[in-house]
């Protein structure tokens, strides 16, 4: 059996040449990819294929889980979302969520990505159903400030959805947990989301109080109230505050603000509309009509800048000459590998052939493991049969009792020493119990509740001690110190009778047998523990 293992080795070894050291080289190589991947630093689909390749013959799941995702960045960052989707998906797949050692978090982020690239594209129901993965995997890893953080982005889809009020809520939601977490600035920054949603909603008194908020708590306002550069249609919406709330002046001069300091053609366009509403509530129909045309004006400047980017994306989106080169490319690859999957084939065979030995001679074993146990009970039935018999004149039969009754305590040997070290014999050991007619009565009565006869006891007992003789020798070896009713306990454990139908076969309460078995734990075996920690220890002695 052993030199059929060694055997088995060396075939894998010489199957999978690779050393863990080459392993832990490349997966050092791998993390450092991720490294530049989390600073946002570029690296390229052939930067990352070849630990892609690796891993799949050799990883483990989380490192190719981990390749494929840091190759669906990579394709994600040259616009091309089929393949990073398709990459995302491969990772998916080498996910063992099953596994104690899962890289959650990893699940999460690759979840994340995939909600993102539905957002790019303006799916955003489906944005959300990804989205939710994100946050699960996410809290089973146990990455508080990450959940949190994938939470936020649904206030992103709902409000693109026009579904406010769950955008409101979302947001509320995400700033409790930053809060619940000690994360006070991103808690005021997520609040300063919700700002806008609340003013249109009417809800101008919440509004006020997380506009407070979001200036004092975020760190993106200077001293005198001045918001960081880039971030300027914030004014917009404090101007549509006081818009609402009638502050007209205040309301001008905060579109006016956006206007001079927001330099881009959003802002403009956005500070435009606003004075344009403004204008248009006081009744200046010139001036409205004036900061009207400048918003289209604008309007006009934002979609030609998005066009080329429109155009990139549907670019992506379509490019079938270049995944058709890619298809190439693999097919390549795979007609490399066909040579490396004919040799494996011709191991596995043979592998499968030393298989064939290694379980024909367990087999052999376990029969004659058998054969050696119903062999000792045979014997041991029989010497019984011919102590009964002896009896009848026990005087004159005195010396053959005794020889008889020492071949029975030899055979339990062989049986007891059988039962410790074979699986196979215990499992026989219990098929006997349960076959007989007296085991069938006890389950009958623990079901109905009722309690047994004293010769059916006799019966069980007897019948359990023949089956497992370790166990009558620890019931022997304790007799003195336990009573009727520990005693009777420990039988009907042992056969599998549960706990609340032993307190109906014994006639006393649950809470009696529970705190009994706690006490036989220290009593037979010496220990501490719960009442559960004995039956499964009472359990173990064949």
Known sequence: MRHLLTVIAILLAFACCTTEADRNRMRAELDSINQRNRNDQPFTAADVQPYVDFFDDHGTPNDRLLAHYLLGRAYHDHGEAPMALQCYQDALDCADTLSTDCDYAQ??????QMALLFYEQGLYRQQLNYNNQSIHYAWKGEDTLLAIRNKEQEFIAYNSLGVIDSAIMVIEEVANKYNQYGR?????????????????KGRLQEAKDYMNIYESQSGRFDSRGNIEVGREIYYKTKGLYFLYTENLDSAEYYFRKELRDGKDFGNQNSAA????????????????????IYAYTMLDSVYAQRTPKEVERIQALYDYTRHQKIAHQEQKKANQRTIIIWICVGIIIVICLLTFIIIREL??????????????????????????KLKTNAEINKEL?????????????????????????????DRKLIDTDIYKRFEQLSTKGQQPTQEE???????????????????????????????????????????????????????????L??????????????????????????
């Open 107 to 112: 699940l999460s982020r690759i979840f994340g």
């Open 184 to 200: 006070t600035v991103y808690s005021a920054i997520s609040l300063g989301l919700a700002i806008k949603p609340l003013i249109i």
């Open 273 to 292: 509309n606003g004075l344009a509403l403004l204008y248009n509530k006081i009744h200046k129909p010139d001036s409205a009509a004036k900061y009207a």
């Open 363 to 388: 087999t052999r074993k376990k029969k004659t493991a058998e054969q050696k146990y119903m062999q000792s009970q045979s014997v041991i039935e029989q010497a019984q049969r011919d102590i009964v």
């Open 401 to 429: 009792i005794s020889e008889k009754e020492q071949i029975i305590r030899e055979q339990e040997t062989i049986m007891k020493s059988l039962l410790r070290h074979d699986s196979n014999s215990q499992s026989l050991a």
């Open 457 to 515: 006891w006799e019966q069980i007992e007897q019948q359990i001690f023949f089956c497992y003789p370790g166990f009558k020798d620890l019931l022997s070896k304790h007799g003195s110190a336990i009573n009727d009713k520990e005693y009777k306990t420990c039988l009907l454990i042992r056969i599998g009778i549960k706990p609340t139908n032993i307190s109906s076969m014994l006639g006393v309460a649950s809470s009696y047998i529970t705190e």
């Open 517 to 542: 078995r706690t006490k036989m734990l220290q009593k037979l075996f010496g220990m501490s523990g719960s009442s559960k920690s004995f039956d499964k220890l009472l359990k173990t002695i064949y």
